[in-house]
């Protein structure tokens, strides 16, 4: 039984296969076409997901889409009268969904009536819910999927039990936990599609002073919330979007409205200093979202009794409110799958259709994020055979299993700043430990020099630490296992000193912590790193400069190459860089090269 997911046509083009009730694969096409949050039609992505499984478009008998037409068809009539511009735009997208048996007839060089697979649609929140969910390690669990605005719904809570997920409720258009962050964050300056999460990163900088005027723009109301729609803009004539084209990142135009600056201020300029208002503004915008959250999730809590919580949709994503949910809700086991944002429905819309359509017992849980590509060894070689590093001077070493990780910990050890590229690509939009970059978090100036040397980033924005699970609550004030860097913990006091460069300025750490069953190779490098230092612990970044996190050898060797990592680790090969007079590694090659047997 192999039923095939595919999130397209809308940001984080998606695909995930699932065969007998098992995960296979899950990949966004942005890893491919190396455009950031890619929408448009995932061949790619799809490509990979039935090369792995090693069937063909013929063999799949199920194809699950996220997206339903019929999904609140009344409010959809209601606002196509309001909005008659929104509403083409949206036939547009839907004629799209419509033609997605031909696009893949024609994709893959086969005969429409070849497909024998049964499509399904599946509305966009159930697909979140069963994201989380059906591969959580929960029987039961109350469920929250919390978003921007798909299916004319952003907002959905359940229960799941067994093979059944029950709703209980829903927010509409126009109300948005999302379209809230989103429109704030774009009045804040950071205009691009994805930029939530560095607002997130400039609350920790700031005090909620405008607190009671958020309380204004974001309303609870009963089990709910509601938007105070004169800050707002998209209820009056829809949000301006692009989510066709995989060749461009996503845009989303203007969301908040005049009366919002003349509440606020002027909005800043993307160019503009960040100056202490914005910061102060951030910590309003997310210390609102926590109260709504915390209440939405604490009223589940009470009504049921359970426990046990899973997250999805974009807002799950905000590891600060995450973390927290322990405490202010009373949550003892909280699950969120890596890809919990748009990506994730692809893989919920396959496990929906496996479950609650087909009714099969649950067999998988997810334990870990690696079900994207993988590269041999002979594969990596070419790579760096293509790309001239046995040729240009660069001091190349390949190392057995047993020696790999000793190296690389010491080259850390002494300030290396390390690119990681090991086994299969994760799935969402963290890297665990297999397309990453390393660093020493003792050293407070390793921040700067990420930010600097390689990420080219805002210097607010913290980096994580991922630390072995069994020291989680050795170094942090809570030890529930965040395997997939979803959550952000308060550091134990005594333990500033040993990750300074990856403490956030509000004394947390959104932690990975890593497990041996899960990520042997990277829990042995740590490991090593742990017995030469004392701190089992390491800076983790995405393998990346202002793009996709790599997925092949040859990206990693690029991106290795144009900054100024020291070292890169690729499967057993070990590289380096010659240091410059100034102390930083090169951008280009000018040492011996050698080989060291296995």
């Known amino acids: 039984m192999n039923i095939l997911g595919i999130n397209a046509y809308h940001a984080n083009a998606s695909a995930a296969l699932v065969s007998d009730g098992q995960l296979v694969a899950a990949v966004e096409e942005e890893r491919f076409n190396r455009v950031m949050y890619a929408a448009g039609f995932p061949v790619s992505a799809i490509r990979y997901c039935l090369k792995t499984a090693g069937i063909t478009l013929n063999e799949v008998d199920h194809i699950a889409i996220p997206r339903s037409p019929w999904a609140r068809m009344g409010t959809k009539l209601v606002y196509a009268l309001r909005m008659p511009g929104f509403t083409r735009e949206r036939i547009k997208v839907l004629s799209s969904f419509a033609g997605i048996p031909e696009t893949l007839a024609e994709a893959f060089d086969t005969d429409l009536k070849g497909i024998r697979a049964q499509f399904h649609r599946v509305e966009h929140h159930r697909a979140h819910l069963a994201s989380a969910f059906f591969v959580s390690p929960f029987d039961e669990a109350e469920l929250l999927s919390a978003d921007g605005l798909r299916d004319f719904a952003s907002t959905m809570w359940a229960t799941g039990e067994g093979l059944r997920i029950h709703v209980h409720g829903s927010i509409a258009f126009p109300h948005s936990l999302g379209i809230y962050y989103t429109a704030l964050t774009q009045y804040l300056g950071f205009l691009k599609f994805g930029d939530e999460y560095k607002v997130m990163g400039l609350s920790a900088f700031g005090d909620p002073v405008y607190l009671d005027e958020f309380r204004r723009i974001l309303v609870g109301e009963g089990k709910g919330f509601r938007l105070g729609l004169k800050y707002f803009s998209h209820y009056r004539h829809g949000t301006e979007m692009s989510w066709r084209d995989a060749e461009q990142t996503p845009e989303l135009g203007r969301l908040f409205s005049s009366y919002l ?33 915390f209440q939405l999730v604490t009223e589940q809590r009470e009504r049921s009794g359970r426990k046990a919580l899973c997250l999805a949709g974009g807002v799950a994503l905000n590891c600060v409110a995450n973390g927290k949910l322990f405490d202010q809700a009373s949550f003892d086991q909280i699950f969120v799958q890596p890809a919990a944002g748009d990506a994730g429905l692809a893989l919920g819309a396959a496990f929906h259709v496996y479950h609650e359509i087909l009714g099969h017992p649950r067999r998988f849980q997810m ?69 990453s970059i390393l660093a020493d978090p003792r050293r407070a100036e390793m921040k700067e020099i990420l930010n600097r040397r390689i990420k080219r980033r805002e210097a607010f924005r913290p980096f994580a630490p991922s630390v072995l699970a069994g020291s989680t609550g050795e170094f942090f004030k809570q030890s529930h296992p965040s395997p997939f860097m979803t959550f952000a913990y308060p550091l134990r006091q005594e333990k500033r000193n040993a990750l300074l460069a990856a403490t956030h300025v509000d004394g947390t750490c959104r932690l990975q912590t890593v497990d041996r069953d899960a990520n ?31 997925c092949a050898p040859g990206e990693a060797i690029d991106c290795f190459l144009r900054t100024h990592m020291d070292t890169l680790v690729m499967g057993n090969y070990i590289v380096r860089k010659p240091r410059a007079a100034d102390g930083e590694r090169s951008t280009t090659g000018s040492t011996r090269v050698s080989e060291v047997s296995r």
């Open 261 to 293: 600056e003349k509440r606020l201020g002027p909005s800043r300029p993307a160019e503009a200093p960040v100056e202490q208002k914005h910061k102060d503004i951030a910590a309003s915008l997310q210390a609102r979202l926590e109260e709504v959250l």
């Open 367 to 435: 334990r870990h994020a690696y079900w994207g590509p993988e590269y041999s060894a002979a594969q990596i070689r070419t790579a760096m055979e293509e790309k001239r590093i046995f040729k240009d001077g660069l001091d190349t070493s390949e190392l057995s299993d047993e020696k790999i990780a000793h190296a690389t910990a010491q080259y850390i050890s002494e300030g290396d700043v390390v690119g990681w590229f090991s086994g299969r690509a994760e799935w969402g939009p963290r890297a665990l430990g297999n397309r």
């Open 520 to 550: 042997p190779r990277f829990w042995r490098l740590i490991s090593e790193f742990g017995r030469l230092t004392g701190i089992p612990a390491l800076i983790n970044t995405s393998f990346n400069d202002n793009e996709p996190i790599v």
